[in-house]
């Protein structure tokens, strides 16, 4: 196990280097260099040259890479143009925001996904799974964006059930000892504070777990119905084992390998992929701030953004193998 984990985190320093050149290589191949791309509209001669000569870009490229590569070695990701603070600070400002939106919407896509899969393959056939799968389908094929103006749309302006906006109210004196709002509020005992920031989770995590929902029910459906006809588990059947250890050992054991890995997926695909959602809930997580980035060019934090967030979902990636073993004891033997 040990050894396995270890190798695991070996592999992680080729992705990450090759993943340093192209970052690299893509800020220096913007028309007209970075210094256009920074200045926009204000790109005299004189402010460019300005530029190139303060961020080292009139230097040889292998020896700008090196420089680069070096300060990232050493935790210095540069400084954000649209604040002037550390990138490293902006992003473990943000991140605890969207940690726990993507949290909440994977704990919404594995809960209701894993049991209405299982259900769907359970009614092969029927009213019922045909229903499932169309609507697992729709799930897929809506754009997140539309998903999420249409939900803010009926349940905070026309109903006003919900929050529209933000991660809390702002008229709550709200103490935030880790940023992760629900936490603290349970962590001082102020409950209002937990339950208002709860209330502002739900329109953006549940538009943000419709795909990877419709997802986890497709895979867990076509796995469970490859599992449920297979020898053992007829064999099972014949000798009298209970319906209940069938179920539980014999097929959704067996078939949760599948779905593991598309959890795993999934996981890092909701950290990088809150974008739209923040945008759209004006959630001030890694989303929003990349997407003010983009418009911005903000390089220094696209590119320690980004760094930050291939890191992470190497990190899911290798919870995710470490997993099996749990659920499939063949995998320790293998």
Request: proline share 5%.
């Amino acid at each position: 196990m040990i050894r396995t984990i270890g190798k695991r985190f070996l592999l992680l320093i080729p992705t990450l280097f090759g993943l340093s050149i192209l970052l690299f290589l893509w800020v220096r191949a913007l028309p007209g260099g970075p210094a256009v791309a920074l200045l926009g509209e204000r790109a005299t001669p004189e402010a460019v040259a300005e530029i190139n000569r303060l961020y080292g870009f009139d230097r040889p490229l292998f020896e700008q890479y090196i420089v680069w590569l070096g300060r990232l070695l050493q935790g210095d990701f540069g400084t954000s143009i649209q604040t002037g603070r550390a990138v490293t600070e902006e992003f473990w400002r943000r991140f605890p925001a969207t940690l726990e939106l993507s949290s909440a919407a994977l704990l919404i896509a594995v809960g209701v996904g894993i049991p209405l899969g299982y259900w769907a393959a359970r009614r092969h056939g029927k009213a019922t799974d045909h229903l499932t799968v169309a609507a697992s389908l729709l799930g897929i094929t809506i754009p997140v964006f539309f998903l999420a103006f249409l939900l803010k749309w009926v349940f905070a302006v026309q109903l006003g059930w919900l929050p529209s906006e933000g991660r809390q109210d702002p008229r709550i004196d709200a103490t935030h000892y880790t940023n992760f709002y629900i936490l603290d509020g349970i962590i001082t005992g102020e409950w209002d504070a937990a339950w208002d920031a709860f209330l502002h989770l739900i329109l953006p995590a549940v538009a943000l777990a419709t795909i990877p929902l419709a997802i986890i029910v497709r895979i867990t459906r076509a796995s469970v119905l490859e599992v449920q006809n297979a020898d053992y588990v007829r064999t099972g059947m014949a000798k009298g084992v209970s319906q209940g250890t069938i179920r539980g050992r014999f097929i959704l054991r067996n078939a949760l390998l599948p779905v593991v890995t598309t959890v795993g997926l999934q996981t890092g695909l909701l950290i990088s992929g809150a974008v739209l959602t923040e945008t759209v809930f004006a959630f001030p997580g890694i989303g929003s701030f990349l997407a003010r980035a983009i418009f911005t060019r903000d390089f220094p934090v696209l590119q320690g953004f980004i760094i930050f967030i291939a890191i992470a979902y190497a990190l899911i990636n290798l919870i995710v193998d470490v997993s099996y073993s749990f659920i499939d004891p063949r995998v320790r033997v293998q």
